[in-house]
């Protein structure tokens, strides 16, 4: 089964700063996705960012970025230039690539267990 | 284009009650999902509906919790008695099909207390 750990329970940043999430996984597979969602307290998840698992360059979206290490399987999300609206509970997040072909899983969303940041004025 | 729909928005029971949560998905969507969210984890899937049958329910505690999806469309999740433990955000997602890179919309959730 594939397990996704996230270290950093808070984090803090000054507002325009940059600041990094760290995320590591573990599994057995090859092909898969890799997804950071923000969650604030309204409960709406909201994807940011998402990572395959065979493409080498690592996923930007404005002023989010990840640095994804297949090898150490880690999975980090930078954020610059932070503003207030970013303060928010993230999570890491893994999924099979295998869908509607085979795999018993497919589909199926597995989570750390988050960082809250804070975003400082 | 409408999001996913999820009533009620919150809900207080006493244990051995019985609760019923309602999901709406995104319109043409084939898999639905519900996740359990416990205050400070991650959400955790407990059923995975592909059109209106069941393809993922290994994590369902199937003695107190049951979910159907009716015609392939909304969808119903029951607890019947509730537990202390059951206390938890309940979230409803949807994919226009499961797995490879189609992205799950997420609703707003269902924050259950019991009591």
């Known amino acids: 089964a594939q397990t996704v750990t996230q270290s950093q329970p808070e984090m803090s940043v000054q507002e325009a700063e940059t600041v990094t999430l760290s995320c590591t996984y573990d599994?057995?597979?090859?092909?898969?996705?890799l997804f950071w969602y923000k969650q604030p307290p309204s409960r709406q998840m909201i994807l940011v960012i998402r990572q395959e698992a065979y493409k080498q360059q690592n996923a930007t979206e404005n002023r989010f970025s990840v640095n994804f290490q297949k090898a150490a399987k880690s999975f980090s999300l930078k954020i610059s230039d932070s503003q207030l609206g970013d303060a928010a509970m993230y999570f890491c997040?893994?999924?099979?690539?295998?869908?509607?072909?085979?795999?018993?899983?497919?589909?199926?969303?597995?989570f750390g267990q988050g960082t809250i940041l804070t975003v400082h004025p | 284009e409408a999001g996913v729909a999820q009533s009620p928005r919150y809900k207080i029971i006493e244990k051995r009650q019985s609760v019923a949560f309602w999901c709406n998905p995104i319109?043409?969507?084939?898999?639905l999902y519900w996740y359990q969210q416990i205050l400070g984890q991650g959400p955790k899937l407990l059923i995975q509906f592909q059109n209106n049958g069941v393809v993922d329910d290994s994590q369902l505690p199937k003695d107190r919790f049951s979910a159907e999806r009716l015609k392939g469309v909304d969808s119903t999740l029951k607890i019947q008695p509730a537990k202390l433990e059951d206390s938890a955000v309940y979230l409803c997602?949807?994919?226009?099909?499961?797995?490879?890179?189609?992205?799950?919309?997420f609703g707003p959730g269902t924050r259950l207390t019991v009591t």
């Open positions: 319109s043409g969507h084939a898999t």
């Open positions: 599994t057995s597979e090859s092909d898969y996705y």
């Open positions: 997602a949807s994919s226009f099909l499961s797995g490879g890179s189609y992205e799950q919309y």
């Open positions: 997040a893994y999924r099979s690539a295998f869908g509607e072909a085979g795999g018993t899983s497919y589909g199926k969303l597995t």
